[in-house]
DNA sequence: CAAGTTTCTGCAAAGGATTGCAGTGTGCTG
DNA sequence: CAGCACACTGCAATCCTTTGCAGAAACTTG
């Protein structure tokens, strides 16, 4: 079928043993045998075969990589870093989807465990005790997510809340509503956290709305329920649910910013293409795809001599202010327009 | 390390082809046996490590997946659909971004062939030559990309163009230009076919502007250079250029549809988001994915019983009407508002 | 030139699973 | 009760590489 090692030590007059020297420990074989080997191995197209290799050395040069949907911006973004950088080092990475279903991703993990050297878990959904089941089956890293003993990525939600809530106290907002995201979801936890700290310091209210799907289709739900209520700026969980605000409200034929104003979160590329431009919360989604990665492989790295603990690398947030937030109308004119 | 084949034989009081066997071929092994192992294997948590099968077994349960831009949501989109069909059958898929990169693109594929059982191969931007240098190595389907002999599937591009040319002349539109995409891109070539055909048959005369990149940003620069035009509508290769055009036209104070008219191509999700919601030719992205993943099953099913040839599976498109497409502005007002 | 190093190279085992072939045990038949 | 067939199960080879160990070759040195 395909060119073994051994046809490449066969046409090359040495053994297998020599052609996997001149590989792995080029140092290890004379210099004019190498250069013969190399030059036979190419001609005849001869690549390691890397299961056979992972078989025996124990390390696949295969990571893994979860996301709870696709169809959400943010995790190709991430995912586009991690691949990036799983192949600066040589490595390949397996994907796979798990439709915010904590159930298929435990699977999906279990099915993964042998192929790869570790995985990397973004915005896991899965429960306490589903993480502790599937936690000793390979090196585990977490985007999102805390988890004590391993490494995680984490994006300070809780920084970028307060941002977005300072914002909206400087521009006259008393009162605002934050739409919640998927109760399971670190970020989700985060955000609300920064956002009741900041709501005491700045003295704006914050009502909670919700839990809604990380989706567009959310959005508009959201939107009629913010109009129920008194509130002249509306955080949501992400840009997604932002954007079906945004919709409804143009369709209800609310104005934002000047009758209300939205803020998003992530800074997916669309945020900046809508109208009007979302002021949102910037999230480095490549680099924390990158920085993953890299935990995840230094870890490996490490696992030889002890591990010293997980490490946790945190990644900054920055708020984008663009063209969907602005003052809060009169009072007068605050429920003009409404139903 | 892990646990292994014989760890379970063990446990059970067999040897392990019999564990073997009690996964792969249980009418073989008596039930009670079987039960016995079957139980011992879940209660240590044993799946059979898939590298070492396939060492054996010649097949690996794995795919690949290439794509050129995971920042282009047309291919998350594609990836989703794929990435569950695998999931159905049992597969897991490696992914690989190319960055648009066509040698990155063959090395890419050079890394993957021991892994994977075939390679779908989305929008490949590999030249001829580099295409020939690849065919062999392993199983290939191509997605968007005419190749003989082998698995394709291809999505109807030119019948899209079609109707929205068509579209344009019912509205009563004599002048478009076409933002032409990737020279190298197939899609853009059936585009491009499309185009000109319905341009003959309705009478709307078509100029062509590019190429450009499939991004964003390329339809920002693009869409100046339709306004020194005297098109009165804008058929974009892409979604992402169509939305970079709405943007800069909006900038530059041309109404759109009133002013002028944007068509996209894809439907991405942000498409029906955006404002005005765009009119753009729907192609089936999931689907894709989907029948991309079971042509190249069936076929490497079909491989022991020698090939049939190529199958090739086509798959339809549909004009999306939303609102950034209108009648053409009276002739004296169609140079208002222009530099 | 003999002896001792050093440098290369090959043999063979290992890694986890599958599978053809042969052996064990059971049940049936005559 | 002997003899046979049949249903299970185990042995051992195999897939492709890597790697410890030992032998061969080349080179130093006295």
Redesign the pocket.
Known sequence: ??V???DVAHQAR?????V??A??TP????TS??ERVLRVADEVG?T??RA??G???GKTANIGLIVPDLGNPLFPAILKGAQARALLADHAVFLADTDENPDLEVNLIKAMVKQVDGIVLCSSRMSESQLRGVLNLTDLTFLNRKVSGVPVVLIDSADGMRQAVEHLAALGHKKAAYLSGPPTSWSNRERRKGLRAAARTTGVECVELGPFAPKFEAGLQAADLVLATDVTAVLAFNDLIALGVLNRLADRGVAVPDEMSVIGFDDIAFAAMCTPPLTTVFTPKESAGRAAVELLLDWLDKKSLGHTGGTQRTLGTQLIVRSSTAPPPPVSAGSVGRA
């Open positions: 079928m395909s073994t090692i051994h040495v053994s297998a043993s020599t996997s020297r590989f792995t140092e290890m074989v004379r045998t190498r001869y390691p075969n056979a290799r078989l025996i050395t």
